[in-house]
């Protein structure tokens, strides 16, 4: 069974602390990972992805993979109310040649003033 | 329009009853999926196109589902003789191709009310 996992929270943070949202995944041979972003009745929205091990930096956004232990995860720096919303891991299941991706059943953050 | 186009937003509709489901990929994407995302639940993969063809429809939960692709663009799901554990929020995306690297981007979804 290829799994996704993550804590469903709420992780809750204050105003600018830096928030860590965990993922770990059972497949070895998964070789993508995504990060959405989704907001209360709204669609995901992708906000980082990463592919290599280590870390990858897109503003105050960073992505941690270490396929070793199978886990990824992201860091929200200096995190802002308007970040409070479901985080969800996804990771691609190699089928047939394409990209399939399982999702995990996301983190709830919260960002209080 | 730039992004992935789903209709219509909202549907209800009483069981039994057969929906059509649209989705309007980003211009130039050759792969399209579609998920089905439950209340507070994730997301379940559906079925995933490559152009016309649909290599993989694995995660359709009976044969009640059906979809179809044309002109490498538009995609329609179809629920037929709708029950109520079928009502859920029904999300198409689009990638440029279907390969492992590509980021999946995705519509508003079709929040579908069984009654």
């Known amino acids: 069974q290829k799994e996704v996992e993550q804590n469903s929270g709420p992780l809750s943070v204050p105003e600018g602390a830096i928030a860590s949202l965990n993922c770990t995944y059972s497949?070895?041979?998964?070789?993508?990972f995504f990060w959405y972003r989704q907001y209360s009745g709204k669609s995901p929205e992708l906000i980082m992805f990463?592919?290599?091990?280590g870390d990858k930096e897109d503003g105050r956004f960073t992505a941690q993979l270490n396929k070793a232990s199978q886990y990824v995860s992201l860091l929200i720096r200096d995190s802002q109310p308007s970040d409070s919303a479901t985080y969800l891991c996804?990771?691609?299941?190699?089928?047939?040649?394409?990209?399939?991706?399982?999702f995990g059943t996301g983190t709830r953050l919260l960002v209080s003033p | 329009g730039a992004g992935v186009s789903q209709s219509p937003s909202n549907k209800v509709t009483e069981k039994g009853k057969d929906v059509e489901l649209r989705c309007d990929p980003i211009?130039?994407?050759?792969?399209l999926y579609w998920y089905r995302q439950r209340l507070g639940q994730g997301l379940e993969f559906l079925i995933y196109?490559?152009?016309?063809?649909?290599?993989?429809k694995s995660g359709l939960p009976s044969d009640r589902f059906s979809a179809e692709r044309t002109g490498e663009s538009v995609s329609t799901l179809t629920i037929q003789r709708t029950q109520q554990e079928d009502s859920a929020v029904y999300l198409c995306?689009?990638?440029?191709?279907?390969?492992?690297?590509?980021?999946?981007?995705f519509g508003d979804g079709t929040r579908l009310s069984i009654l």
């Open positions: 990463i592919y290599s091990n």
């Open positions: 196109f490559q152009g016309n063809s649909a290599p993989d």
């Open positions: 995306a689009s990638s440029p191709a279907g390969g492992s690297h590509q980021p999946q981007h």
């Open positions: 211009s130039g994407h050759t792969a």
């Open positions: 996804a990771v691609n299941v190699m089928n047939t040649g394409f990209q399939k991706l399982v």
């Open positions: 497949d070895r041979g998964s070789q993508s």
